[in-house]
């Protein structure tokens, strides 16, 4: 679960190199990014280096601001240089652009990609190159609403931060696969991967500045709308409801997962003795209406299903529900040992936004011995997890990308078994570590983010963190830890639950000697039970016993994942989310 960047100057890649789409548009912003795009592909050459200099001194005071504030000044200047009208743009126009730069870069990246892929026989180099291909598209799709014409999308960090996440994905999987950075594929997909990061950040930086100043901007309004996956713009909604879901979840579908028995609901049925309409999850998905607007529910009847599942994006709005817990069962044994990346060991992976699960096991057998091997990945938005079993050993539950909201499920795994890059808020379930290898020692989270302008992290709220009973006759031997940071700015809390005594004093693992100590965030509120004491913490710069309610609440349904920055404005007083 490491990797690291190899940068490499694309103007030199002579046999690779390819032209980049021109994209036919009206908007200036996007004409004169497509301009810089064109002329200035690459940082760091003692040329580049004078040009930018140049630039800075030349750059209005706004763009000056917005590229001091960015986290790559170089890329930021040579951006905002290459538009004509940087002299009296404002933030909001310079975030638009960044935005388009972005878009227009990613294209790019995943052209190319296409473009050599014909040419790639090694059967990892080409695993791993089919992951970057399937995250650039993911990453076009992202970027391009995060405005709509002209005005910036208030989820604009949403978006980006599962932008940033793919990028990252799209080099985890070399790492997986031990193509190290002198693979020639690897040093390509770095090359872009790091380039598109550093425009995406940089968007981050802009749209961070933006927020800052009077909610109208040059005159133009932050959307309070989202925009789905039809292309269509609904309202979105910030509260946590009186249920105890988040407010996105609308009332009908609050009512299906609260209902004794959404069956008889149920769009399609899946029975492996033929009394359904098919025998497999995986043909009634097939099935499935894309890009539907209305909530399409397959009902799974009790039985183990041995089947690998994509839920592409084009299928939104599905719900799976179960007969129970370890009635219903999905399982596979994928791992990174039968020469797939992490990304593709998932049992079930779900990518269309508004996914809803309930009353059903994800699992992936593969065992401890096998290592990376995910049972549930989600990168879908808005998607909620009810009343289900999530079971694995390393790297079970790969909470991906986006909103995520999970409720009374339980969740076992060994190494990094919570692990990914999603805004995700665990409430009223059971995490269970089991026994680990000899050799090995148990971290309940992994968390991923890169930047910290992203909104991500995990939230466990109300929680009972426990042992397994093998674990448990062995735990005198066997560390178990909260977590450890994989990314730079990893964040994870742990607030209002019952953490048992497995849990070693010290809470915190590192990632790799100082790595990330001083950047990331954990904290822990208002916690009880055998391994709840705090006085022998790690003392990280990062890590911090919360003792504001204020504080806490940031990490709530209601604050972390519904997006709901309007709310201050209206002086309307609303229910933190804390017990």
């Known amino acids: 679960m490491n990797s690291s960047y190899v940068k490499v100057d694309e103007e030199k890649e002579e046999n690779w190199k390819i032209r980049g789409v021109v994209v036919a548009v009206t908007s200036i ?85 296409l473009s050599i892929q014909n040419n790639v026989t090694n059967e990892r180099e080409r695993a791993a190159l089919q992951d970057c291909l399937e995250l650039f598209v993911d990453t076009i799709d992202r970027l391009s609403v995060c405005s709509n014409n002209g005005s910036l999308a208030t989820d604009s960090p949403i978006w980006l931060s599962a932008a940033l996440t793919n990028q990252e994905t799209c080099l985890n999987g070399f790492s997986d696969l031990n193509l190290g950075a002198n693979n020639p594929i690897r040093a390509l997909m770095s090359s872009r991967a790091l380039n598109l990061s550093e425009l995406i950040s940089n968007s981050l930086s802009l749209f961070k500045l ?46 299906l997962l609260q209902a004794s028995s959404p069956v008889s609901q149920a769009s399609a049925v899946v029975a492996q003795d033929g009394s359904g309409n098919y025998r497999t999850i995986t043909q009634a998905i097939n099935a499935a209406p894309q890009k539907s607007s209305e909530r399409y529910i397959i009902y799974i009847k009790a039985g183990t299903y041995k089947e690998n599942i994509a839920i592409s994006k084009k299928i939104t709005n599905l719900m799976l529900v179960g007969d129970g817990k370890d009635k219903t069962v999905v399982t596979g044994s994928k791992s990174v040992q039968d020469g797939v990346t992490t990304f593709k060991t998932a049992t079930v992976a779900v990518s269309g936004n508004g996914f ?49 909201f999970y409720r009374e499920v339980d969740i076992y795994g060994t190494v990094d078994f919570i692990f990914g890059n999603a805004a995700v808020v665990i409430q009223n379930s059971n995490i269970i570590a089991r026994r680990p290898m000899s050799n090995q020692i148990n971290t309940i989270t ?63 693992l590192e990632w790799d000697g100082n790595f990330a100590l001083s950047t990331l965030y954990y904290g822990e509120y208002s916690n009880t039970g055998g391994g709840a004491g705090t006085s022998n913490r790690v003392n990280w710069p990062g890590f911090h016993v919360i003792t504001s309610a204020t504080e806490a609440s940031k990490f709530t349904a209601a604050e972390f994942i519904s997006g709901n920055s309007w709310i201050p404005t209206t002086g309307v007083t609303f229910t933190s989310g804390l017990n």
């Not at 935005?99 to 990246?109: D, G, N, P, T």
């Not at 009186?242 to 996105?248: A, I, K, V």
């Not at 830890?481 to 742990?494: A, D, K, M, Q």
């Open 29 to 113: 912003i996007v004409v004169t990014a497509l301009v810089f795009v064109a002329i200035n592909d690459s940082v760091g050459s003692n040329d580049n280096i004078h040009h930018h200099r140049h630039a800075w001194r030349r750059l209005s005071t706004v763009a000056n601001l917005a590229c001091s504030k960015a986290r790559y000044p170089e890329r930021c200047i040579s951006s905002m240089a290459s538009y004509p009208a940087d002299q009296t743009a404002k933030l909001h126009d310079l975030t638009n652009l960044a935005f388009q730069v972005s878009l227009q870069r990613a294209q790019k990246a995943h052209d190319f990609a």
């Open 446 to 508: 992994a968390q991923a983010r890169t930047d910290p302008n992203e909104n991500t992290g995990i939230s466990v709220q109300n929680c009972i963190v426990s042992a397994s009973s093998d674990l448990q006759a062995v735990k005198g031997s066997i560390k178990t830890y909260l977590g450890r940071p994989w990314r730079e700015y990893s964040r994870t809390v742990f607030m209002q639950s019952t953490l048992g005594d497995h849990i070693d004093p010290a809470g915190w």
């Open 356 to 404: 809803i699960a309930r009353d059903m096991t994800f699992e992936n057998t593969a065992g401890p011995e096998k290592h990376q091997a995910v049972a549930l990945r989600v990168g879908s938005d808005q998607s909620a997890v009810y009343r289900c079993s999530i079971k694995g050993y390393q790297d079970t539950l790969y909470v991906y990308s986006l909103r995520q």
């Open 210 to 255: 933006s927020t800052l100043s009077p909610k109208t901007i040059n005159n133009r309004h932050l959307l309070s709308v989202n925009k789905n996956e039809n292309g269509d713009f609904y309202t979105h909604h910030g509260l946590e409801s009186e249920d105890g879901f988040p407010e996105w979840l609308s009332a009908g579908d609050r009512k």
